[in-house]
C-alpha cells in the first residue's frame, strides 16, 4: 500500500501512531514492509490457505464475536442434506458437473429451499461473469430459512464452516505459504485481539487479491474473517479494495463492461431474458427481502434515461432494442477471436493492452489483425505503435507492409482540460474543474462520443431498418458550450442521477423510481449526486470545516453513505455496541436512526420489528437485519449461490504452479475459465509432468514512481528518470543457484514468452521452503514497454489467460517460468527458445492442465 | 553597501535582533530567496482537480496562468489526502504538460510503414463510416431459435478506468444503442 496507494497509506500510519499493529503480507519485501510491526513473505498465490488459518483459529479458539454473529450473519442458517464438502470431495463440492466445469448449485442451499438456485447450472453465469452484479447486492435466496441458534445443528452454518477449514492448522499454513507457526500464530491473534465489541480491523487489499484465477475467493476468506469478527459496518472496520485507476469504481457502477448496464442491472442474456417482465424477475427474484425488490423502477428508469419519449410502459420501455449476451464476450476472448479474424474494429480509450494486460503477445498479434483500430490516449503507447515498433516485429511476427490495420490515434485530453467526476475507491464522486482548454486536436471522450453519436444518427437519419431505431430514438440532445462544441458534462451528471420526466426535477434518491415510465435514471446507485438541482461532487467543504466522516466533501454512492450496512455498527436494540465505537443507532424518543453518518437503513423502521409471514423486498427486512441488499438480511459466511467455485472459499494451487497441492486432489480451480486457443500455452503443474521445465515462481506489482502499463509514467521525464529500468528482483540465492550477477542482465522464459531485465540481487526476497522444498520466487514490475522516454520488456508478455469464473479475470499475479543470465536472444532465434521450451516441457500449441485432477472416487489420477 | 546593510545581511545579527531566534525562518532567508514568490501567488485562476492517477483520489489544485497550467499542488483541505500527492500525483503537471503528448491526430494506413497527418473532422467521419460498415457486415437480428440478439460482435472497446463517470456514461449509452456489446474496461482486468 505505501507503494501503490502512498497517500491513502498516510491513514495506516495514523493508526499505527495510536498503537495499531501493522502486518503485512507480501511475497517480496516493500516500502510497506519497512514499516510494518511484522513482515510475513507469502508463497504467490496461496492466501486462501493463510485466511484460511485465521478463520480456524477464531472457530477453534471460540472468538468469534458470538452476538454479531449470532444476529447478522447466517451462521445459525441450516443448509440442505445434499450438499457435501470439499473434506469429502477431495477439493470439490457437490454439485460439479465435469462436462462444463461448472457447478450445479441446488445441493448447496439452505434447508427447504434446494430448487432455489435459480439456473441450477452456472456454466452461462459463468461466461457472463455474473458475480460482478454482486457488486451492489447479495445473490438470490428466498427470505424465511431455518436456523438453529445453539449453532449445534451439525448441518448449520458454523458448524459447516468449522469442518471445511479443520484442516488449515497452523501447521498446513506453514507448509502451503512458508509462513512460520510463530508469525502466523502472531497475526492471527493480534487480529483477533483488535475486534468486537470496544476494537475493530480493517482488512485491506489490491489487484494482489483480484488478479487469480481464485481471486473472488481471496476476498470471500477476508469476508468471512471479518463477518466472524464483527468488523463489517463498523468504524474502523471492513474490506477495502485499492483500486488502481482514478475511476474505475466508476468505470464498473457506470459500466464500460460487456455484461452490465448502469447500477448493476445485468446486460440481459438472450435465452433467460427474453421479456423485459423475465429480465426484471431475475434481478429482483419475487419473494426474496430486501431493496433489491424495487429491480422494476431502476429498469424501466434506466431505458427511459436512454429512449426518452419512445419508451412507454406499452413498449417495455423499448427493452427490445438492447443486445443480448450469448456467452463470453469478454476481453481476453475478444483477443482470441481478433486473432482469429472475427473482429473488424477495436477501440482503446486510455487503455494500452499492449503492456497491460496478460499475454502481451496475443494482444499485439490481435490488433495486427484487424481492419481499423482507434487509440485515443494522450501519448503514443505501444498499443498505438506495436505495427512499427513491437517486439513481433523484431521477430518477424508483424511485418508492417503486410500488416493491415488502419491505425486512427486521436489525442485525448487530460483531466485537467476537462470538468467532471471520478469515483474514487470509497465510492466517493469528486468532481473536477476545468483549468485549460486541451491543445491543439485533443479532445474529451465526452466530445468524441457525443460528436461521433450526433454524426452516425445523422447517417442513419432517414433508415427505415428496424436495427437503426435504437440508436434514431436514442437521447442525444446534450447542450453544448464553447468554440469547440463541448458538451455539458453536468447535464449528462443530471441525466445519470435521474429526473421526474414530467417536470425535470432532478430526483433525491432512489426511492423516487418508478416503474411506470414518470422517472428517467441513468445509474440508480447515483441518485442524489444532483439533488435539487446542485453538483453534490463538487462540494468542497474543507476537513477542518466539518467532523471526521466528512459528509460534505463530494459524494458517497449510495445516498452520500460512507459506510455500508452500517446498521451494523449498533447491536440489535440499536444501541452502539460501545461508546468508543458508536457510529448509527437508534433514537427511540424521535422514532429514528441517527448518528454520524445516513443510516444504512429504513430511517424509521425500529429495531423490534419483525416482518409479517410471507413478507418480501423492504417489507421482508427485519429490524435487526443490517445487510438490506441481501436476500435474506443477513452477512454471508457461507454463500449458497452467486460465488460460483463454492460456497466457501478453497485453497487451489494457482493454475501454474510448481507445486502439488497439499490439501487436496483436486490441484487447482476446477471451474476456472480456460481458452484452448493455439497461441495460449499453459506451463505444466504437478500433478501433470514436466512441471520442473519451468521450475519458478514469478509474480508482478507496481512500483511508486510508475503507472500500470507506464503511459502516463514513462512518458513523463521526473517518473521515467526515477525508476529508469526494466529489472528483475532475485534473492541472492536464486543469483547462485542460476549464476546472476547484480545490475547484471537476466531473461525469463515462459510458455508463451522471453523477456530480459537487468537483475537485482536482494534479500527482499526470499526462498521459501514449502513441502520440504525451496520454491524460489522472482519479481517484477509490469510499467515497461517500449515507448516513451525508458523502456524494457514487458512482464505481462510472460503470462498466459486462465480466468476466474466468477468475474473472468486474469491470474496475472502469478506464474511459473525459468530464470537464465545473460540477455535474451532476439529475433526469430527467440522464437525458438520459447519453442524448444514448449517441446521440453510437453506442451502443445493451446495446451492447458486437466481441470481435473483427481478420480471420481477423489483419487489422485495416475494417467499423467 | 552601508555598514549598516552590511551588518543586516548576516543571519547571526538577523537571528538574535529578529523574530527568529533558531536562525531557521526568516533569519536564514537570503536577499534573493527573499525577492521571490511562489509559481502559485501571481496564478490567474486556480481549478480544484483530482489527481488522475490511482484510485486514492487526492485532492489536486490547478493553478493557471496566461492560459497554461503553471502548478499542481495537494488540496490541503481535502478530508482524503489532506494536501499531500505522491510522486506521481506530484508529476501530474509534467504529465499534462509533457512535450511528449502527441496534439495532432496522427493516421497509419493499412500496410504502411509510417503515421501521416490527418484532419480531426475526416477522422471522426472515416471512424463513423467504418463503425456503420463492420455493423452491417456482422448485424445479428435473431438466434438459431429465432429469440432476440439485436446485436453486432463486429468492433470492440477497451477503456474507461481512466474516464470520466459522465464519458464512460456516453460511451456506454452509444454503444449499446448500437448494439455493440464487446465494451470492456481495466475492472475486467
Ligand atoms: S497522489 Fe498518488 S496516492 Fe494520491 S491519487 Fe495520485 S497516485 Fe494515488
Partial sequence: MAEAHPVGFQWVMEAKRKGAKVFHVDPRFTRTSAVADSYLPIRAGTDIALLGGVVRYILDNELDFREYVLSYTNAATIVSEDFSDTEDGDGFFSGFDPETGTYVQDSWQYEGNEGSSGSGHTAKERDSASGLE??????????????????????????????????????????????????????????????????????????????????????????IIQLLLGNMGRPGGGVMALRGHASIQGSTDIPTLFNLLPGYLPMPHHADHPTFDEWVDSIRHPGQKGFWG??????????????????????????????????????????????????????????????????????????????????????????????????????????????????????????????????????????????????????????????????????????????????????????THGPRAEPSAESVLREINGYDVATGRPL???????????????????????????????????????????????????????????????????????ERKRYIWWDAEKGEWTGHDVPDFEKTKPPSYRPPPGASGTEGIAGDDPFIMQGDGKGWLYAPSGVLDGPLPTHYEPVESPVRNPLY???????????????????????????????????????????????????????????????????????????????????????????????????????????????????LPYHFGFEGLVTGDSANDLFGISLDPNVLIQESKVGTCDVRPGRRPTGPALLDLVADYQRRAGIGPGHNAPAVTTDSEGRERSDS | MGLRTFIEGWPVYRQLTGTDPLGRGAAAQSARSAGLTARTEDADSVARSVCPYCAVGCGQRVFVRDGQVSQIEGDPDSPISRGRLCPKGSASKSLVTSPLRQTKVRYRRPYSTQWEDLDLDTALDMIADRMLAAREQTWEDVDTQGRPLNRTLGFSSLGGATLDNEENYLIKKLFTAMGALQIENQARI
Avoid at chain 1, 151 to 162: G, N, S, T, W
Avoid at chain 1, 377 to 392: M, Q
Fill in chain 1, 665 to 779: 486432489g483436486q490441484q487447482a480451480n476446477p471451474t476456472r475459465k480456460m481458452y484452448a486457443h493455439p497461441v495460449n500455452s499453459v506451463n505444466p503443474s504437478p500433478p501433470e509432468g514436466h512441471s520442473q521445465v519451468f521450475p519458478y515462481v514469478f509474480t508482478v506489482s507496481r512500483l511508486t514512481e510508475h503507472h500500470t502499463a507506464g503511459g502516463m509514467s514513462r512518458t513523463v521525464s521526473p517518473l521515467a528518470e526515477l525508476q529508469p529500468e526494466m529489472f528483475v528482483e532475485v534473492s541472492p540465492e536464486l543469483a547462485v543457484e542460476r549464476g546472476l550477477a547484480h545490475l547484471g542482465w537476466a531473461h525469463l522464459v515462459s510458455g508463451r514468452a522471453v523477456i530480459e531485465a537487468r537483475v537485482l540481487v536482494t534479500d527482499r526476497l526470499t526462498p521459501l521452503r514449502i513441502e520440504g522444498r525451496l520454491i524460489h520466487q522472482v519479481w
Fill in chain 1, 294 to 479: 424495487n429491480a422494476g423502477s431502476f429498469a424501466a428508469s434506466l431505458l427511459k434515461a436512454y429512449w426518452g419519449d419512445a419508451a412507454t410502459p406499452e413498449n417495455d420501455f423499448c427493452y427490445g432494442y438492447l443486445p443480448r449476451m450469448t456467452g463470453d464476450h469478454g476481453t481476453y476472448q475478444q483477443v482470441l477471436n481478433m486473432i482469429d479474424g472475427k473482429i473488424k474494429g477495436y477501440f482503446l480509450l486510455g487503455q494500452n493492452p499492449a503492456v497491460g494486460s496478460a499475454h502481451g503477445r496475443a494482444q499485439r498479434l490481435g490488433m495486427a489483425n484487424l481492419d481499423w483500430l482507434v487509440v485515443r490516449d494522450l501519448f503514443e503507447i505501444e498499443s498505438a505503435t506495436f505495427w512499427k515498433n513491437g517486439p513481433e516485429v523484431a521477430t518477424g511476427e508483424i511485418v508492417p507492409e503486410e500488416c493491415r490495420t488502419e491505425v486512427f490515434f486521436l489525442p485525448a485530453a487530460s483531466h485537467v482540460e476537462k470538468e467532471g467526476t471520478f469515483t474514487q475507491t470509497q465510492r466517493l464522486l469528486q468532481w473536477r474543474e476545468k483549468a485549460v482548454e486541451p491543445p491543439g486536436d485533443a479532445r474529451s471522450e465526452l466530445w468524441f462520443f457525443y460528436h461521433l453519436g450526433r454524426r452516425l444518427r445523422e447517417k442513419l437519419a432517414d433508415s427505415k431498418l428496424p436495427r437503426d431505431r435504437a440508436l434514431l430514438d436514442l437521447t442525444w440532445d446534450y447542450p
Fill in chain 1, 134 to 223: 454482486h457488486e451492489s447486492h447479495g445473490a438470490q435466496v428466498d427470505g424465511d430459512t431455518p436456523r438453529d441458534e445453539t449453532l449445534q445443528h451439525p448441518r448449520c452454518v458454523y458448524q459447516i464452516l468449522k469442518r471445511h477449514f479443520s484442516r488449515y492448522t497452523p501447521e498446513m499454513v506453514e507448509r502451503v505459504c512458508g509462513i512460520p507457526q510463530d508469525k502466523f500464530l502472531e497475526l492471527a491473534e493480534a487480529w483477533t485481539r483488535n475486534s468486537g465489541r470496544e476494537r475493530t480491523g480493517m482488512l485491506i487489499y489490491s489487484v494482489g487479491w483480484t488478479q487469480h484465477s481464485v481471486g473472488v475467493q481471496y476476498i470471500r476468506t477476508g469476508a
Fill in chain 1, 508 to 578: 433525491s434518491s432512489f426511492a423516487e423510481a418508478r416503474a411506470d415510465g414518470s422517472t428517467a435514471i441513468g445509474c440508480w446507485i447515483y441518485t442524489g449526486v444532483y439533488a435539487d438541482g446542485v453538483n453534490q461532487a463538487a462540494r468542497r467543504k474543507s476537513r477542518h470545516e466539518q467532523d471526521w466522516v466528512a459528509a460534505e466533501w463530494g459524494w458517497a454512492w449510495p445516498a452520500n453513505r460512507r459506510i455500508l450496512y452500517n446498521r451494523a455498527s449498533a447491536d440489535p436494540d440499536g444501541n452502539p455496541w460501545s
